[in-house]
């Protein structure tokens, strides 16, 4: 890949009397005069000849793709397809009625998906621009697809410049697209009559594949810590903008393009250079930025002295390469000194493993049968993260463009369902909308169906349940006609299902269904990676700086039982951050909540725990702080020191 950006085709078509006397010249002479045709057009043309193509002939046996081979092309290629399919959806509708159509094509020129206006798509047929098709120019000659992957560059063919002359009906602009490490991945055109020629479409094609590499790099490096730089900060996060990712060591990992024309690189650089090589900026910096999630473009200097603007973001707050000093769990004791997953995350699922090998070991289960028609039954107690989990399994599938719906069967009522899970028929019952409704379980057919609490599903829903699991039919309260769906079915309970199974308050046959792979997710008092998760909560809940925990708040934490889990740990976190002063950076006592507190707090020796008053908690709290000012004889200087609070939150509490 060059280093400065590819070469643009000329967006005027060839005048008409050149073009007639260059292909005069091509076919009576094999060679065209200098100047008569540009030379990207000219190279083209005799590539096609050296395939043994004629100008007037047909394609001799081009490949056409049967239904099994351009089925398995597509899953091959089924990350390309799932980020370019919403790009060429937003094409197809800027050029409706333009008698014309958007294609997408892989690396080898076959034709993957194609979009368009259907008078157009008619006449496409009959040169087979269509799906399975293959559009490589060994096969079809100078054309917009074919010689953009020859070439790697965006290409416009107008009417007669396409080698064959067959294809001279069509204007065809195409551009290619590269994924994070410069490898090409196929190519974006779009194809119309040659009467509707608009040298627009080149800026539009050339956007929309940026759009999908844009979407492809964020997949693709989801765990990394990510810069994206510009040469003015309003560039920053829009699809001019350079994209860089870095590994734990500070090595680049993946760019766009736009990235190494602004830092003077070469494709090559990826896997060998150090981020210092690029920007006059350590690594520590850049997390320390990634942390403060949603500031304000960063000012840098380029190697080669260029004035730059970056923002850096990381999914997870917590590396084994960050400064301690960055990760603010530099205190945190020894049962929470955790390992970082050393594997580059490249999904939501591997963004789920912080370093706790009993979590790991569920993730990495789970990826196995992601895209398997197995069932998952997700068990852990309350509030240790089962919904978090599957929306990572859902947004880490092959299907993650379809439908996430979750459905607590614990929430709705007994009466209410049956109808909700499996639709009705308007009028099918009293109150029943006139239209009807399709059911959750309709409305999750093409993704991830979510029942939560399974274990609190009444019996008689436990059948009909089971029957639709059984026939991938369901029928509307009310009757109807059987629909059919598919779906990736995702379960969850606090309850051990065998038990009660036994108890006769569980299906066993449904139980059986369900049970296609189980995974336990641990409890927080047993998990090893207490203090990447605080950190990275932290990193989430206080973006605008770095935050930590006071070494013996930290203890303490670590060696609570949490009870509610995850969610107990959330909301202590959010709580303690709220009560934060805008001068501090550390979290102590004062700003734990009132309850987690009176548990954590240590108390002299031998002595017993302070009586709540009356007032509960809250207002033991009050007491204490009105007892320290008093002690202190109104000097809240002093108080805040010795409650270990700032002023700021001092005057909260008065």
Partial sequence: MPLTPSPLPNTSPTPTHALKLARQQLQDQGLVQAGLISERLNQSWQRSLQHGLAPAGRPPGAPHASAPQLARALEQQQALVAHARPVMEFLAEQTRDTNSMVILADAQGMLLQALGDAPFLDRAQRVALRPGANWHEQW????????????????????????????????????????????????????????????????????????????????????????????QPEGIATVAEGLLALDDSG???????????????????????????????PLSTFWAWARQDGVAPRRVVSARGQVLWVRAEALRSVSASVPRSATGAQDLPARSATRVASHPSSDDLAALDTGDPTLQAAVERARRVIDKPIAILLQGESGVGKEVFVRALHASARTQNGPLVAVNCAAIPESLIEAELFGYKGGAFTGASREGAPGRIREANGGTLFLDEIGDMPLAMQARLLRVLQERHVTPLGGGQPVPVSFRLVCATHRQLRSEM????????????????????????????????????????????????????????????????????????????????????????????????????????GSARVAVPPGGLREQARHTVQQVVQDCGGNLSEAARQLGISRTTLYKRL
């Avoid at 992957?149 to 965006?154: K, S």
């Avoid at 009906?169 to 608009?198: E, K, N, Q, V, W």
């Fill in 251 to 281: 090595r680049l990992v993946g760019a766009n393009r736009q990235a190494l024309v602004l830092l003077g690189l070469l494709w090559d650089a990826l896997h060998s250079s150090a981020i210092e090589r690029a920007l006059q900026t």
């Fill in 140 to 231: 079809r000659g100078t054309n917009a697809i074919g010689t953009t992957l020859a070439d790697g560059a965006p290409t416009v063919v107008h009417g007669g410049e396409h080698f064959l002359a067959r294809n001279g009906f069509l204007t065809c602009t195409a551009a290619p697209i590269f994924d994070p490490a410069g490898r090409t991945l196929g190519a974006l055109d779009i194809s119309g009559d040659h009467r509707s020629y608009h040298r627009h479409t080149l800026g539009l094609v050339r956007t929309a594949a940026n759009m999908i590499e844009h979407r492809l790099f964020e997949h693709q490096h989801a765990g990394h810590l990510k810069l994206r730089i510009h040469s």
């Fill in 502 to 605: 036994q108890a006769g308050r569980f299906r066993e046959d449904l139980y059986y269904r369900l049970n296609g792979l189980t995974l336990n997710l641990p409890p927080l008092r047993e998990r090893q990676d207490f203090a990447a998760l605080v950190a990275l909560m932290l990193g989430r809940l206080c973006p605008q700086r770095p935050v930590s925990l006071a070494p013996e708040v930290a203890t303490a934490l670590a060696a609570y039982r949490w009870p509610g889990n995850l969610r107990q740990l959330h909301n202590a976190l959010q709580t303690a951050c709220a009560l934060l002063g805008d001068d501090e950076a550390e979290l102590s006592w004062g700003h734990l909540p009132e309850d987690l507190m009176d548990e954590l707090r240590p108390h002299p020796q």
